[in-house]
Every structure is written in C-alpha cells, then in structure tokens.
C-alpha cells in the first residue's frame, strides 16, 4: 500500500489551536507560573492583547502560521552575551534580518558576542530555549540583561512574543511595549540597525 501522506510525515507537525483569543485563558489549570505572571502584569498596566495556543514552537519557521494568525511579523528574539560572559542582552530584531555579530557587537560597544546558555537565561529571566522573550525581563530584577531593539520593530504597529512560554503566542501594540510594559519592568532600551536578509 502506498503511503500518501509520505511528504506530511517527514515535515514536523505542530497542533495550532486556530482561535484567536482576547487575554488570558479562563482555566489557568497546568499553565506555569512565570506564564501567569505574565498575563498578571499585561492585566495590571492595562494592556489588551490578543493569544494563540499550541504547541511547543522551536523555530522562527514553526511560528510563522502563528504569526499570520495573529497578523504580526516574525520578531527575532535572541539571547547573547560577551566572551567574559560579564555582559548579557536580550536581542528583539524582525525575522527577515540577519544577526551580524560583528557589526551588532560595533554597535553597542562589545566585543565577540555569542549566544547565552541556558543556565544564565534561565538564572537571569527564568526562560528556557525556544521561550525567550522580551516578557522575561520581568524576571530579571537585578537588570543583569541589557535590552537591544532593532529600529525597524518600533517602526512597526504590532509586537507578537511569547508569555515566557512557547506554547502560547500574544500580540499587542508597540506602543504598549514601549510606553507600559518595558518601563514597568524597569528596562531601558538600545535601538540598533541590522541589515535585511540577502
């Protein structure tokens, strides 16, 4: 018997739960902390949003449905640090730019800049891999992590992250990120310039 679903198989799958919901869920039942968290904080500084649920989205090219779902661009979250490792960033940058080392490292002033490990974001923002956002921030009271957006994300209308947690995917306005949520969570920002994808 032929298989005729040979092509769908050999391509992961990602169960994407199609509605678009207006805040947080209504059953918080099996959702972790830090996620709650997060909707406690958007809830407190008036912040509406908008949330998709699915399933554990590892790459920019998973999230991409989601994104169109919510009618928001791909954002590029990464997180870096300095070879010493003394000086740690969380990177926001649309997902059709390249993330130049060099060239970020002249910008902000830092040298050799490579991706952190698990352990520092996990001590720092409370995330895991795949999960980092700007939302974890929150978590880093001791401001260890220095925030760096790319010019081109501010230009735009609409800002789409997880909530600490990739299973879930919510959009909000720029203009919330920078006026509510970033001086809520007590992080200034750099703006940076990187170029587009070739």
Do not use: W
Request: glycine share 6%; hydrophobic share 35%; aromatic share 8%.
């Amino acid at each position: 018997m032929t298989d005729t679903n040979q092509t769908a198989k050999s391509l992961p799958h990602y169960h994407i739960d199609h509605t678009l919901y207006q805040g947080r869920p209504s059953d918080l039942t099996g959702r972790l902390a830090k996620e709650i968290r997060t909707y406690d904080l958007l809830d407190s500084l008036g912040v509406s949003y908008t949330r998709v649920d699915h399933d554990a989205l590892p790459t920019i090219e998973a999230c991409l449905e989601v994104d169109r779902l919510l009618g928001s661009e791909i954002c590029k979250n990464l997180f870096l640090r300095n070879a010493q490792k003394t000086d740690f960033y969380l990177l926001l940058m649309p997902g059709n730019k390249k993330f130049k080392t060099a060239l970020l490292s002249k910008q902000i002033g830092s040298a050799r800049l490579s991706f952190g490990e698990p352990e520092f974001m996990e001590e720092f923002m409370d995330l895991t891999p795949g999960s980092v956002t700007v939302m974890g921030l929150m978590n880093d009271k001791a401001g260890r992590v220095r925030l760096l957006i790319d010019k081109d994300i501010l230009d735009g209308k609409s800002f789409g992250c997880h909530p600490c947690i990739n299973t879930s995917s919510l959009m909000f306005s720029v203009r919330d990120l920078i006026d509510k949520i970033l001086p809520a969570m007590g992080h200034p920002y750099t703006v940076v310039d990187l170029p587009y994808a070739e």
